[in-house]
């Protein structure tokens, strides 16, 4: 029963363009989403979350869009640079059950 | 401010060995949470205390896996006998809340051969 789901395994993207990591859910009861970004033989880091009262949260290069009709968030990075390169999870939890449910992750490239 | 500490940093077993994990989480922060990711997956919960009160072991496949916290503070993770399909890394994180981000270690890498 996967509930959260990054459908695009890789993506690949020149630099100084945009990046759109894409995510959805199942579960109607989630109400706070983040994402992490994890480099090789590190854990996941924190980088930008948004509350299900909120449709969009911005902080510098990385801009989080929620579309709660759809079930579906976005992860937004622009402009793309080399140090991006990683792979980025989408999480989401519920306010009753606590804990965090990760997507399967996407790797993402920045080519020079 | 430290960061969540994990140790050791790779561990190579053989199958029905068993293994402990340590973890120390950061000052303060009352939630300590297990995650275990397989290779090519998301992390995924095995159990998470508040306080030294376990508050979700669901998934935690309790015939093998154990996990305690001692005084609130650091938590060990153990398996007991291991199987070939525990290879993952073993990520221990913290919160200072009960509900929203969570801050990571490097991880624990378990080879199970």
């Known amino acids: 029963d996967q509930q959260v789901k990054q459908n695009s395994p890789s993506l690949s993207v020149q630099e100084g363009r945009i990046s759109i990591l894409n995510c959805d859910y199942t579960n109607s009861m989630f109400d706070y989403f983040l994402w992490y970004k994890k480099y090789p033989a590190e854990g996941p880091t924190f980088l930008i979350s948004i509350s299900s009262i909120k449709d969009k949260n911005e902080d510098g290069r990385f801009t989080v869009f929620l579309n709660k009709s759809a079930k579906h968030l976005s992860l937004h990075i622009v402009p793309s640079q080399p140090g991006d390169s990683a792979v980025y999870f989408c999480?989401?939890?519920?306010?009753?059950?606590?804990?965090?449910?990760f997507g399967q992750g996407t790797r993402l490239t920045i080519n020079p | 401010e430290a960061g969540v500490a994990q140790s050791p940093r790779y561990k190579i077993i053989e199958k029905r060995q068993s293994v402990a994990f340590w973890c120390n989480p950061i000052s303060g922060h009352a939630t300590l949470y297990w995650y275990q990711q397989i290779l090519g997956q998301g992390p995924k919960l095995l159990i998470q205390f508040q306080n030294n009160g376990v508050v979700d072991d669901s998934q935690l496949p309790k015939d093998r896996f154990s996990a305690e916290r001692l005084k609130g503070v650091d938590s060990t993770l153990k398996i007991q006998p291991a199987k070939l399909e525990d290879s993952a890394v073993y990520l221990c994180?913290?919160?200072?809340?009960?509900?929203?981000?969570?801050?990571f270690g490097q991880g624990t890498r378990l080879t199970v051969v």
């Open positions: 999480a989401a939890s519920a306010q009753g059950a606590q804990k965090l449910v």
């Open positions: 994180a913290s919160s200072p809340r009960v509900y929203g981000e969570a801050f």
